[in-house]
């Protein structure tokens, strides 16, 4: 029966490595020592460096359990996926995994961890806009468009692995929020909850699109204000597939004097919109390094129904979906391609909840000046790229040990992207962009190094003949 709920486990770990086995040449397979298919059992499992996680959290994200039995030619495999997947927890800076022999049909584990620093105090200074290209090019550099504040994160709270985020943001947009995950709560480990709470409001905002770009207005009263609350419940069925079912409530309102001006801000001239949600998402996540993945695969399928009868101010259902696959090629080349697909109803909505290409995260890289509103969308994004440079500099005075070791990766693509938004309620002053295919493409440079931080440089040129140099603080992914 392990071997059975062992082997079920393992078929998503195989995803990425069996058409290489299987497509061996006779003659190649001919020449593996016999002794390689045999069976080999996992003994005990030694854990050592987690000063803080619970030895279980660590447990939970492996294959290679005590009493576990595998043949050998696997193992190599086999730990390298679970390998990634402690990585990929985001609680480890390093991870290394050592098969120890005690015998030719038995193995023990050593596992060692070096744990991240997971309390940051994290002042925030950042643009509002969606973007440092917006901001520089449409906000004219405008410095009043900062937001300031702290954030606190503390990452593996009570060392299971939980999430705190406490945010007092002020400036272009004040946020008040709280968010608490709990990855898991239950004994089998494999339910868990997130709790969110936000307020904001703001004296500066994008009440509408002309010439798809976002028109501000500035005001010495509240333009807006928004209150959100739910609680999602998260099942992992297995190591790569999760579902989480979320029941919400929004509240948000804006001066008259927005509505005024855009009366389908909120549709029909409204000044507040009420509406309990409840959405469910599925994941399924191969991929190497959720960070910046250069193999494997994801997929995402996600239905929302806003608005259950109890108030009138939104009713909509949307249904969006997601796929992407990470290609490792030779001599350090790689190729993604990613596509995702929005469609919703009814037909006519309100300004407010019909953002598409432009939004975060729906860009086109060539169109980063440019917002495009719609029901419904579709977006293909396609990265080939070679690995340029790679090193480690090690820094001992640095007395954080978790900082002392700084990875710097540097990447070299071209890219193309291509997308297209339905709109059928288009605003006379907003037709350029929607219900038109439009494609760009161009080379750049990803600079990837610790705590998940990675700088894009990118020039390139669209359909319409734009060109820009454009720079990003996030992953394209």
């Not at 440092?132 to 503390?154: A, H, I, K």
């Not at 998402?281 to 695969?297: C, E, K, S």
């Amino acid at each position: 029966m392990i071997l059975l709920l062992s082997s079920m486990e393992f078929l998503g770990a195989q995803d990425a490595t069996s058409a290489n086995l299987l497509t061996q040449s006779q003659s190649e397979t001919a020449n593996i020592d016999s002794s390689q298919f045999r069976e080999v059992q996992i003994g005990n499992v030694f854990v050592s460096g987690n000063r803080k996680t619970k030895e279980k959290i660590i447990l939970r994200e492996l294959t290679l359990k005590p009493g576990t039995v595998f043949s050998r030619i696997d193992l190599p495999v086999i730990v390298q996926k679970d390998k990634e997947k402690l990585l990929n927890t985001r609680l480890f800076l390093e991870v290394d995994i050592q098969l120890i022999e005690r015998s030719q049909d038995l193995v023990d584990l050593v596992i060692q961890v070096k744990e991240r620093w997971y309390f940051f105090p994290s002042p925030i200074f950042k643009l509002a806009d969606r973007s440092f290209t917006e901001w520089w090019v449409n906000q004219g550099r405008d410095l009043s468009r900062v937001n300031y504040g702290v954030r606190l994160f503390q990452y593996n709270f009570r060392g299971r692995g939980e999430t705190l985020k406490l945010t007092g943001q002020f400036g272009f947009t004040k946020t008040l929020s709280l968010n608490y995950s709990i990855p898991a709560f239950d004994q089998s480990q494999r339910n868990g909850l997130i709790f969110n709470i936000a307020y904001k409001d703001q004296k500066n905002l994008a009440y509408r699109s002309t010439d798809n770009k976002q028109t501000f207005l500035e005001s010495d009263d509240l333009l807006q204000k928004a209150f959100s609350s739910s609680i999602t419940w998260t099942h992992r069925y297995s190591f790569y597939n999760k579902h989480f079912f979320t029941l919400g409530f929004n509240q948000s309102s804006i001066n008259d004097t927005i509505a005024q001006l855009n009366p389908n801000y909120f549709l029909d001239g409204k000044t507040s919109q009420r509406y309990f949600t409840i959405s469910y998402l599925f994941t399924r996540d191969l991929r190497d390094n959720v960070a910046y993945p250069l193999r494997g695969h994801i997929f995402s399928l996600r239905a929302e129904k806003n608005g259950l009868g109890i108030y009138d101010d939104l009713n909509r259902f949307s249904m969006h979906t997601s796929y992407a696959q990470y290609i490792p090629l030779k001599n350090k080349f790689f190729l993604s391609s990613r596509i995702t697909g929005l469609v919703s109803f009814p037909k006519r909505q309100a300004y407010r909840n019909t953002e598409a290409i432009g939004y975060r995260p729906n860009e086109i890289r060539g169109y980063d000046l440019y917002v495009v509103e719609g029901q419904n969308y579709i977006i293909h994004k396609i990265t080939f790229k070679k690995l340029l440079f790679f090193k480690e500099q090690h820094i001992k005075s640095v007395p954080i040990p978790q900082f002392q070791t700084i990875p710097i990766a540097v990447y070299l693509k071209a890219f193309f992207d291509s997308g297209y938004v339905d709109n059928e309620f288009t605003d006379p002053e907003n037709t350029a962009l929607s219900n038109k295919y439009l494609f760009a493409g161009g080379l750049g440079l990803d600079v990837v190094t610790y705590y998940d931080m990675v700088l894009r440089f990118e020039y390139s040129i669209n359909e319409s003949g734009n060109t820009g140099f454009f720079i990003n603080v996030r992953a394209d992914i």
